[in-house]
């Protein structure tokens, strides 16, 4: 933990690999070609650049056909702002940071009828592609970390549901399943309109794996998110490498704003 967040600070200390990071703050998923338009520099200096950033797991690739995407990825100045700033100045910091978002509502309004937010997050994990995709699709084993079953015959066009495990049978998400590819690629509706890939990779001798959740329909959504795909890797990685969850479920931690959704989902079907 510590040698990761020496190598966050590393990247954050120089002003262009900043530069970067609010370049995709502004318009997440560009190229490379994309990043190097405004600044004065060779390609490969920009390429290094964008290494230090991969390797400090703040910004994420996805492929789309030829293009290779890059992704800001919030968790590890997540992390900071816990270890660092939080508690030590949270009851101010919540105070500004209220006032922050009420005074750039309107801006953000305006962002989101322009474009709809993707969040992508990626974890490593020291197992199997089939192991993971395993763990993905078994309502077993995601009611075990998730807190939810997630239930489906896993083929495409089938619909698959986020099932409660308190014996109600309450589903807080019914959504489709897009494209199958086990033990490689799964694509699913998340209710309408948003859409999640996994992604499983083989890298070295563990796993890559790569959640793209796109078409949010709003910022909220995405803040909702942004707070629950963490959580639930975190719970998998666990268990993929200890064989037991977390001692405490992550979410835990978001409880008002997981049991505000689930509520949301009891007023809708009754």
């Known amino acids: ?47 290094q650049h ?3 950033l991969e390797a400090a797991n703040l910004v994420s690739t996805v492929r789309r056909g030829r293009e290779k995407l890059h992704y800001l990825n919030p968790v590890p ?5 816990e270890r660092w700033i939080d508690k030590f100045e949270r009851p101010r910091l919540r105070a500004l940071s209220a006032l922050k978002r009420r005074a750039e509502e309107h801006d953000m309004s305006d962002t989101l009828t322009t474009g709809t937010p993707t969040f ?15 763990a993905l699709t078994d309502a077993d084993l995601t009611a075990e970390y998730w807190g939810h079953s997630n239930v489906s015959d896993w083929q495409a066009g089938s619909t698959w549901q986020h099932v409660r495990t308190d014996g109600s049978g309450v589903a807080d998400v019914t959504g489709t399943v897009v494209e199958t590819v086990p033990p490689k690629r799964l694509v699913i509706t ?11 990779e083989p890298y070295g001798e563990i796993v890559r794996l790569t959640v793209t959740h796109e078409n949010l329909a709003t910022r909220d959504d995405y803040d ?21 969850v977390l001692p405490q479920a992550p979410w835990e931690m978001h409880a008002e704003c ?3 959704q689930m509520a949301k989902n009891d007023r809708q079907g009754s």
């Open 77 to 81: 100045l997540h992390e900071i702002q």
């Open 50 to 52: 964008v290494a230090l």
């Open 224 to 244: 909702q998110i942004s707070l629950g795909w963490p959580a639930v890797m975190a719970n998998l990685k666990s268990l993929l490498e200890t064989g037991h």
């Open 120 to 134: 992508v997050y990626v974890t490593y994990i020291q197992s199997t592609p089939e192991k993971v995709w395993h």
């Open 1 to 47: 933990m510590a040698a990761d967040t020496d190598k966050v600070f590393k990247a954050l200390a120089d002003q262009t690999r900043r530069y970067l990071l609010d370049r995709l703050h502004e318009h997440n998923g560009q190229t490379l070609s994309e990043l190097c338009e405004h600044l004065d520099m060779a390609r490969q200096s920009v390429t």
């Open 258 to 260: 997981r049991a505000e």
């Open 190 to 200: 998340f209710g309408e309109p948003s859409q999640v890939t996994f992604e499983i």
